[in-house]
């Protein structure tokens, strides 16, 4: 491995390629620019949680077999989600407790396996960015980047060098939005009630613009502060870092309908 140039694969997550393909092109841009060789694996599908977390070890297994083979030659693995990073990282190794030489072989991607913003700082040690974003952010710590990859600081030691850009913290940044995962379709009713909870917390701090690591989580907030009306602009953190929102609107908000004075790189 080339440490000025690592191969990376990205592996770009269900709900980015479906509902928010710009996440995945500012990964991308954050990647190169950081001086990475970035290969997206056509073969690649779903990280396997929907099924782990209802029960059907068969298809997880399945699906993390097919993960295995899209992504076995690379240096790292990169995924801008702490979900599905999660998933990879810390529960497909498992699933193979019954097979050694599959277990090696998930093992060893485990392990090559990071969180994009935790790949940028922890990894490639890049500590500021050449970004301007002018507002004021919240930022969301999803569930699973936080307690199964460890990412607090990192989204926030960046964040603090971007020009232009002020951070003011939820009273409770670390409570979850009620996403979850199946558990918003199985718990409905205390999903709700969790991310109204969240959307007030969001509103009292008086930033204009939500971020998160996680997709899921921005879009379950992002219904919830738009059936509220709020003006509050959500986006993926990495759209921020990679200076892109003058190119695509915030999450919920139709491209013709973009407010003026979107923020620009």
Known sequence: MSQAHPRVG???????????????????????????????????????????????????????????????????????????????????????????????????LADRTYELVSFLTDVLGIDELPVRYQGTVTYHDSCSGLRELGIKSQPRRLLAKIEGLTLKEMAEPEVCCGFGGTFCVKYPDISVRMVADKAKDIAATGADTLLAGDLGCLLNMAGRLSREASPVKVRHVAEVLAGMTGEVPPIGVPRAAEPPGTPSN
């Open 10 to 108: 990205l592996f770009v997550t269900c709900l980015v390629d479906f509902h928010r393909p710009t996440v995945g092109f500012a990964a991308i841009r954050l990647l190169q620019d950081a001086g990475c060789q970035v290969e997206v694996p056509r073969s690649q599908t779903c990280c396997g949680q929907p099924a782990y977390n209802s029960g059907d070890r068969t298809t997880t297994c399945e699906i993390a077999r097919g993960i295995l083979d899209a992504f076995g030659g690379f240096d790292y693995v990169v995924v801008p989600s702490g979900s599905c990073g999660g998933m990879l990282k810390r529960h497909l190794p498992h699933l193979f407790d019954d097979d050694p030489n599959l277990r090696e072989r998930a093992a060893a």
